[in-house]
């Protein structure tokens, strides 16, 4: 049973306040989170291959189609503006669902990686190297920035519903010793 410990502060006015501390939370056991992390990586190993599949493979009978797009929301525009709402789900549901693996795996494989800006730098970082890589090498492929910011939308979604807390029950946060008000560090 977890144990609520009863704390009486006093504000700054001089008022007396009671609150409990947060029930503490048991950490996984180790092989339970080294299991968690193999599998992650397995999945992020899988993801990569998909992602090269879908993203570097050329399309050359659509070279005369593709052009570079360097301002955010252009395509975003094209693909709302067409008649077939069909296509317009594919392209931006696609690129949304695409940076999802990555919001739930990074916290997962790598503690130094969790909170929602550095998944996001991460993703925005991976996703426009990609893009860069379609626009300069990949024939009928070109770089869109409206991809890369989809793609960290997707992220930033993903961790939101997923990878926040697995994260944290992967690599749980270690405790710091609770400090008195003299500042010496209790049971010493």
């Known amino acids: 049973m977890a144990r609520t410990e009863l704390r009486t502060d006093t504000s700054k006015f001089g008022r007396r ?16 989170r080294l299991l968690a ?14 992602l090269a599949r879908l993203t570097l493979e050329p399309s050359p009978a659509s070279e005369a189609l593709t052009h570079n797009n360097l301002h955010p929301g ?4 094209a693909y709302l503006s067409r008649p077939e709402l069909r296509d ?18 990074l916290p997962m494989l ?9 998944v996001g730098v991460l993703t925005a970082l991976v996703m426009l190297l990609v893009e860069l ?29 997923l990878g926040r807390r697995l994260g ?11 400090q008195d008000v003299s500042g010496s560090k209790s049971g010493t």
């Open 17 to 32: 306040r009671t609150s409990t501390a947060p029930p503490e939370r048991r950490p996984l056991p180790l092989p339970v």
């Open 37 to 50: 992390m193999v599998l992650a990586f397995a999945t992020m190993v899988a993801f990569a291959a998909v």
């Open 74 to 77: 252009r395509s975003l525009h």
């Open 88 to 105: 317009a789900v594919k392209q931006i549901g696609g690129n949304v669902l695409l940076g999802v693996p990555f919001g739930v795996l």
């Open 110 to 118: 790598a503690p130094r990686t969790r909170g929602i800006v550095r």
């Open 133 to 161: 890589v379609q626009g300069a090498l990949i024939t009928g492929r070109a770089f869109d920035i409206d991809d890369v910011i989809l793609n960290t939308a997707g992220a930033l979604l993903g961790y939101l519903l």
């Open 168 to 178: 944290r029950a992967v690599h749980p946060r270690r405790r710091r010793r609770q």
